[in-house]
């Protein structure tokens, strides 16, 4: 191994919405010791679990295996309305660690809802954060897709209103055909006042594009549960680099860097910068330049919920 330069890309690593999640549970496990019970991956990173877990915090799907009485945390992602319910009746201490961007979605799920609006979600299936904002609101007024294809079956009523709203760890590249083929079919339909895609998500993006024009190969740090970081890696493939994700160096296959003397770093919006450090001691050796490119400052910080 023979790297030259690496060159290392900002922003990288934690957003403000993961940092506020992280502190939650850190200041959760002061104010009350173990067991802390998580609902939900607090964030998709697995070092980040497995640093809780050896900490005292009991990580679970079903809020119903967490014993009555106890503390729990829901996770950044945001979590439907029964569980809230759940929490109240079972008598759970309960902290919400759901980021303000996706409680933003939430809130505007159920305002249109309300306003007779039939809401079209763009959003992966499956991922903990529209199964919350889908839970907001009654079946028959939200309707989910992920593609262009999907938008070619949907059954919506043309006199209905039809408003537009999107996972926030999405980008406006993610967005923009799908947007685009509901509009053409619905021009009715309208999108919120301020788009849902978060910041940070868009940032990383925009900053992988400009990374994958120095480096040829990119290492994205990040877990494989973490949309974000997925993300990133076919960003970059898209831009013209060559791709990997990893959760950490030791993933790194050495077939990989046979002939390369330059190599771009990044990391998904749930990676602890150790890993990050970890990573970039694990390539450089006495003779490896190290650049950092700042392609946009974020300052963005979110308080800690009201009841810490």
Request: aromatic share 6%; with cysteine.
């Amino acid at each position: 191994m023979d790297i030259n330069k690496i060159y290392v890309v900002s922003p990288h690593g934690f957003c403000a919405g993961v940092a506020r999640a992280i502190d939650t549970v850190e200041k959760v496990l002061h104010k009350h010791g173990r067991p802390v019970y998580v609902r939900h991956h607090i964030v998709h990173n697995v070092h980040v679990v497995k640093d809780f877990e050896k900490k005292g915090v009991i990580f679970v799907e079903d809020i119903d295996k967490v014993p009555p009485r106890s503390v729990v945390v829901f996770s950044a992602h945001g979590s439907p309305p029964e569980l809230y319910i759940k929490a109240h009746n079972n008598k759970l201490t309960l902290y919400d660690a759901t980021c303000p961007l996706v409680t933003k979605v939430h809130l505007e799920a159920k305002r249109y809802a309300g306003e007779g609006y039939h809401i079209i979600y763009i959003g992966y299936k499956g991922h903990a954060e529209g199964i919350g904002v889908m839970g907001e609101v009654s079946e028959d007024s939200i309707t989910q897709v992920d593609s262009v294809n999907d938008v070619g079956h949907l059954l919506i009523p043309p006199q209905k209103k039809i408003v537009i709203l999107t996972q926030t760890t999405l980008s406006l590249d993610d967005i923009k055909g799908v947007v685009g083929a509901i509009q053409k079919k619905y021009p009715h339909s309208i999108l919120p006042p301020a788009l849902d895609i978060c910041y940070a998500t868009q940032n990383r993006q925009n900053a992988v594009k400009i990374l994958a024009k120095k480096a040829k190969l990119i290492l994205v740090i990040g877990s494989k549960a973490s949309s974000n970081s997925n993300k990133l890696r076919e960003v970059a493939e898209k831009t013209g680099a060559k791709a990997y994700l990893i959760d950490d160096e030791t993933d790194i296959d050495p077939e990989w860097l046979k002939n390369v003397q330059e190599i771009g770093i990044t990391a998904g919006a749930s990676v602890p910068e150790k890993l990050v450090r970890g990573v970039i001691d694990f390539l450089s050796n006495n003779n490896t330049v190290i650049e950092y490119m700042e392609t946009a400052k974020e300052a963005a910080i979110f308080s800690l919920p009201k009841n810490l």
